[in-house]
């Protein structure tokens, strides 16, 4: 049954796909983004946050350090409260190869990336963490990028010009008459509901999933997921974005987000996106490499261990893994397969997607008779809360979250969130103390037709992202959210399910390091929720 | 400092318990306190089993026991060591004002911060929750500010444990605390004083009366000596039952504080923040401990040490990376199934046991470490509660089981 129409349809929540919605709905271009789970499932979020001044490609692919440094400077000015403007620190201790470093400094100075040498004891003036046995340091603009918000950001700004997304929203079939794409089928992933939605052009996005989505329509993408494992630590043990100055490899960087640092990455060819899992191995393989830049590492808490996959384009006959490009690729289904209606963008970076999107949208407007310029890097995504506005909430704020909760909410929901406090004072309970989140925030996000789960508020307000790993944020927020869902995710039907569901997905993270610290943390997580509140269930037998 | 006959080292359940049943043999006794210990988590509900090795419920802990496994430390500690340290556990605490239902053959309900039920073996009365199976209805009463106490989410829960047939209610209390959020122990401080009672009585009296019941948090007073709970439940004409929840947990304390004060009685010397160090070994038997204090470390000679230092969780073994266990005191060997595969269930509320959890200081059946064949390894030193490898005390609802019963055998060795 057809439900829904859309002169272009969009397959794929993550960076790509967001911002192509964007980029078509400035250029006056009916579109609508489907994602199969929750905004930002994949790479987008699963990923490093690095927002790259090229210097890490400077050696070997100038095209990307080129693209890298000239967005690199777009998105701080469009993207401002999602970037972290540390400037990063390319090292190199003893050991590392001393004839990398002329290639790479020539490198970035043809690719336009500015480089500034620090003197060792002013190096480690900066980040007195950094090992005693460092040799050479350079400063270079990059920077941290906050994945969700960037790609929550983009949403809002292109629902501004018309642009709509639905979540929980999975592309099951490309229906085709005469070698043309005249609809979709879609599955409903909350109320499994199965409809079709009429569309002109169809445009798969869907990042390391890009193969699994052409083959729907028949066709072959050559797209080799290679995963990359990441490992938070409880700590900022950097305030820069410190890269290891030498051919990348494993482990090589470290990135420090709000109160946190990520140490990545690896890279290897699985089979199937939905492959997340991460082994001691890596786990092990990532902190030898890391010890060599921070000493200290292993005396960090670990508060968390995840993985995604990249989106690697491989032409045939090309090597995948790390060896493989991580510049993009368009292709137009018409050209290549003769199919009318379908295109396929895949590969990049997280830190080139508006150009990319730039660049797919110029092949595809013309096919809709559309000769509108990209305006994606002329306006910022979202109106910023003003220091007035920030200044008059500052009263009925608890403690300090004032500045948090005005990035991560927008002009709008901020209002709303200020009001919520000012009027019902019960609400200005928080009820995540590690990331400042009141109660009248999750309320106002858990009423959003997107919500379904905890663990949807949880992406859209950093519930449960802290030190206490959602330990004490668990169940008050399934308690104060669960029961404003209009429509509930599978398991997730009542409050005590959602809390264990939200629990079980932080666990994930935690296993893999389940040593140190780590081991009294998770003693004390099974003893409240399996001892004070039998989360399993009393006379069971 | 002069010699002891017994240095107990740990303030968990454990340690006091070790240090009050060797008191009680008449010898000379130091016990070594350094952080709080698990009481101010744990409920100060004694769980013995709750569940067996499927998951099944247990109703008859005394049966349940005797078909753990070998491994299980109540297979060392033996039926006879676990029933003794029951009757002494009740008669300290009634002693003390502070009685505890329950007894091994019949396994009590308690209701939970979130309306679930939970076994448990021993509990003080006003925790007690099968006084509310018979109700017609239900009262669960919030407090205004008080985190982690939901009455909706109490009464979902609640109701489908004990049935849609009977009413529930809910209501929300106010303390007329203003500019911040309350934790149990603070409302139970409200609660015990004169105002606040008044103000807290006057609030619910309306919903109570006979044959309803009131569910609460732990708030009924901060001291084990069931004041508030007889008057509030004389007051209302009802059952009155609190809940276990989100830490601090009041009643925990309280227990520790029942405890504290039978070990002042029988004039046990507690040092303070007294951090056990080292110890000082001839030939197999351990001659003293050098503990930390505040200025200096100390020195405790003894003839029988008891390491009750509360495993992973209170810093009683460590494993700084996969495999690298270490007993911290002592150097004990430590056992655990640590291969990648089996260390961590997928699930964290798994129908499985936790490897990591069972991990601890091998024993046997004296409760003193052994080696991989076998061998005593300290003559004189004995390991109880959390220490002991072998259970999990999550899945199968056993901590302070574990802890009371093993420092009652290795108080009496
Ligand atoms: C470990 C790692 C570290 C990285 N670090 C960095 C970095 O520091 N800086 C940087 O710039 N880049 C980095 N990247 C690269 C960057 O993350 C990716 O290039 C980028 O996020 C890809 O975005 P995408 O939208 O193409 O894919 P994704 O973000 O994976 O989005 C694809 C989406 O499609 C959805 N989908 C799939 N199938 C369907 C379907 N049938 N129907 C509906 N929806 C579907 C998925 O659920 C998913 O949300 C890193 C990548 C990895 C893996
Ligand atoms: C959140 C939570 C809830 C729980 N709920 C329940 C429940 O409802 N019912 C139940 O039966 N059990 C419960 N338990 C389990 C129970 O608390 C423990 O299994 C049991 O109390 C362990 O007692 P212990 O004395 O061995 O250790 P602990 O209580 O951990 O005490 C050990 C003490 O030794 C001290 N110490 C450590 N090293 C040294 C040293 N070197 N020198 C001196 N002192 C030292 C520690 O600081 C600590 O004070 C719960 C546990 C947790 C974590």
Redesign the pocket.
Same mark, same amino acid.
């Given at each position: 049954m057809v439900k829904d129409k859309a002169t272009v349809v969009v397959v794929g929540g993550g960076a790509t796909g967001v911002g192509i919605l964007r980029d078509l709905s400035m250029r006056g271009i009916d579109a609508l983004l489907i994602e199969k789970l929750d905004m930002v499932n994949g790479a987008s979020s699963r990923y490093h946050g690095l927002l790259h001044s090229g210097a890490r490609y400077a050696v070997k692919d100038q095209e990307a350090a080129k693209e890298c440094i000239k967005e690199n400077t777009i998105l701080r000015r469009i993207g401002k409260s999602c970037v972290e403007a540390t400037t990063g620190m390319f090292v190199q201790v003893e050991g590392d190869d001393p004839d990398f470093v002329d290639p790479w400094l020539k490198g970035c100075a043809e690719s336009g990336i500015s480089t500034r040498e620090l003197s060792k004891e002013e190096a480690l003036r900066l980040e007195p963490n950094l090992s005693r046995k460092l040799k050479v340091a350079y400063e270079v603009p990059d920077g941290a990028i906050d994945g969700f918000r960037m790609s929550w950001q983009n949403l809002q700004s292109a629902a501004r010009y018309g642009g709509r997304y639905k979540t929980y929203t999975e592309l099951i079939k490309v229906n085709i008459e005469n070698a043309t794409v005249k609809s979709i089928t879609v599955r409903d992933n909350v109320t499994k509901e199965e409809y079709d939605i009429e569309c002109e052009i169809l445009v798969n996005a869907a990042g390391p999933w890009a193969g699994k989505v052409a083959e729907l329509a028949g066709l072959e993408c050559n797209v080799s997921p290679s995963k990359g494992t990441l490992i938070a630590f409880n700590q900022r043990i950097t305030n820069h974005v410190v890269n290891r100055l030498r051919k990348p490899s494993n482990g090589d960087i470290f990135v420090p987000h709000g109160s946190i640092t990520i140490l990545g990455t690896s890279s290897i060819t699985i089979p199937d996106p939905e492959d997340t899992s991460t082994s001691w191995e890596e786990v092990e393989e990532l902190m030898k490499t890391g010890v060599g830049v921070f000493e200290h590492l292993r005396d960090y808490r670990i508060l968390r261990v995840f993985a995604g996959s990249r989106p690697l384009y491989v032409p045939k006959g090309a090597e995948g893994g790390r060896n493989a490009s991580r510049g993009f690729v368009t292709i137009d289904h018409e050209k290549e397969d003769g199919l009318k209606g379908m295109m396929t963008i895949c590969g990049g970076k997280f830190t080139t997607y508006r150009l990319m999107a730039e660049k797919f949208c110029d092949v595809l407007a013309p096919k809709l008779h559309n000769t509108a310029k990209c305006r994606t890097a002329e306006e910022d995504l979202v109106p910023e809360v003003s220091e007035a506005e920030k200044k008059a909430a500052r009263q009925y704020f608890p403690s300090y979250g004032v500045n948090l909760a005005a990035t991560r909410l927008g002009v709008e929901k901020f209002g709303d969130v200020v009001k919520t406090l000012k009027e019902q004072p019960e609400t200005r309970e928080v009820l995540c103390e590690c990331e400042n989140v009141t109660m009248a925030e999750i309320q106002r996000i858990a009423a959003e037709p997107t919500s379904h789960c905890v663990a949807d508020v949880r992406r859209r307000t950093r519930l449960g992202m802290g030190t206490c790993q959602g330990n004490y944020c668990a169940i008050r927020s399934a308690a104060v959210a669960n029961k404003l869902f209009k429509n509930k995710f599978e398991g997730c039907s009542d409050s005590l399910s959602d809390m264990k569901n939200f629990l079980q997905a932080r666990w994930k993270g935690i296993t893999p390091v389940m040593a140190g610290k780590t081991l009294r943390e998770a003693?004390?997580t099974r003893?409240?929720y399996e001892?004070?509140f039998n989360v399993n269930g009393g006379r069971r037998g | 400092m002069s010699k002891s006959d017994v240095v107990i080292?740990?303030?968990?359940?454990?340690?006091l318990m070790a240090a009050l049943v060797s008191a009680d043999e008449g010898k000379k006794v130091t016990l070594?306190?350094? /952080?709080? /210990?698990?009481?101010p988590?744990?409920?100060g509900?004694?769980?013995i089993l709750g569940y067996d090795e499927q998951g099944k419920a247990v109703n008859s802990p005394i049966t349940g026991i005797d078909q753990v496994p070998d491994s299980h430390p109540y297979k060392k500690i033996g039926m006879a060591a676990i029933e003794d340290a029951i009757k002494y556990f009740k008669k300290t605490v009634a002693d003390e004002g502070f009685a505890y239902t329950g007894s091994l053959k019949e396994q009590q309900w308690l209701i939970t911060g979130i309306g679930t039920l939970k076994p448990?073996c021993l509990l003080p009365e006003s925790l007690q929750g099968s006084r509310c199976f018979d109700a017609s209805e239900i009262v669960i009463v919030g407090v205004k500010g008080l985190k982690d106490f939901y009455v909706d989410m109490v009464k979902e829960n609640l109701a489908k444990e004990l049935g849609a047939d009977k009413k529930y209610t809910t209501i929300t209390v106010d303390t007329y605390i203003t500019g911040r959020d309350l934790t149990t122990r603070d409302v139970a401080k409200w609660v015990e004083s004169d105002k606040g009672y008044g103000e807290f009585l006057a609030q619910i009296k309306g919903q109570a009366g006979a044959g309803k019941a009131v569910i609460v948090p732990q708030i009924l007073g901060t001291k084990g000596d069931y004041v508030v709970y007889k008057k509030l439940s004389k007051d209302l004409g009802c059952t009155v039952v609190e809940t276990?929840g989100m830490?601090p947990s009041v009643n925990g304390i309280r227990l520790r504080d029942v405890l504290l004060s039978a070990l002042k009685k029988k004039g046990i010397r507690v040092v303070e923040n007294?951090?056990?160090?080292k110890a000082i070994v001839k030939g197999d038997k351990v001659t003293a401990i050098e503990?930390g204090g505040e200025v200096r470390t100390q020195t405790y000679e003894a003839d029988k040490f008891i390491l009750?230092?509360?495993?992973f969780?209170?810093?009683?073994i460590t494993m700084r990376d996969f495999g690298e266990y270490k007993e911290?005191?002592f150097g004990l060997p430590v056992e655990g199934d640590c291969v990648e595969e089996r260390w961590v269930n997928k699930q964290l509320f798994s129908d499985k046991k936790q490897a990591f959890s069972m991990a601890g200081v091998r024993v046997d059946d004296s409760l003193r470490a052994v080696d991989e064949s076998g061998n005593v390894v300290l003559k004189n030193v004995y390991v109880?509660?959390?220490?002991l490898s072998g259970y999990d005390?999550c899945f199968e609802?056993? /901590?302070?089981?574990?802890?009371l019963t093993s420092a009652y055998k290795a108080a009496k060795a």
């Open positions: 003693e004390m003893g409240m001892l004070l | 080292i740990g303030n968990g359940v454990a340690g070594l306190s350094y /952080g709080a /210990g698990t009481f988590l744990n409920s509900v004694i769980d448990t276990t830490p007294a951090k056990a160090e503990a009750a230092t509360g495993g969780y209170s810093g009683g911290m005191v109880v509660g959390r220490n005390f609802h056993s /901590g302070n089981g574990v802890a």
